[in-house]
């Protein structure tokens, strides 16, 4: 796993302009997996299932970097591959979006779809707020009730994001910046006695 900080975007942001009749719409969002993004991608192309293309581009922080994108009808390297090189122009990683294109009647030629694909994805970062982050890693913490305070305790007093599932034991999904990840097991560790099962 790349450690070390990087740019990405904070929440999930949209634009829309028209060109000579064509309505784009650039949608972003954050995306800390591969999976994330194929869903975010999926989601906007249902929300959008009427529109004439919903071109995707994504980079992710797998081990290596992941980068993808797709014309989705377009002619060939007029729209996946500029929208992909606005991300990359602007250094950001675990990022997605999608450009959705409602055909306006008026074809605008090789040049001009790519002018529109780059400036979607431009226009729905500038909407984003571009932050840095640190990468991070999801740790399935699985407790005894008898410990699960003692554990949650530790979790929110390191201020980390968690979601917890209460069944025949507890189970906390703890999102943990990468290079915290050992010295926070060691400390779990020695607070539970080692009676705290670890799986990320």
Partial sequence: MTTGTYRTIAAPARARFEVRGSEFVGEIAPAERVEAAEAFVERVANEYDDASHAVPAYRVRADPLREWSNDDGEPSGSAGKPALNVLQGEELENVVCVVVRYFGGTKLG????????????????AAAEVVEERPHTRLAVETAY?????????????????????????????????????????????????RVDLDG
């Fill in 110 to 125: 090789y040049g001009g779809l790519v002018r529109a694909y780059g400036r979607a994805v431009r226009e729905a970062i």
């Fill in 146 to 194: 008898d410990d699960s305070g003692t554990v949650r305790g530790i979790v929110e007093s390191a201020g980390y994001e968690f979601d917890a599932e209460y069944g025949e034991r507890v189970v906390l999904s703890v999102r943990v910046p990468v290079e915290e990840t050992e010295a926070f097991v060691d400390r779990l560790n020695d607070a539970t006695s080692g």
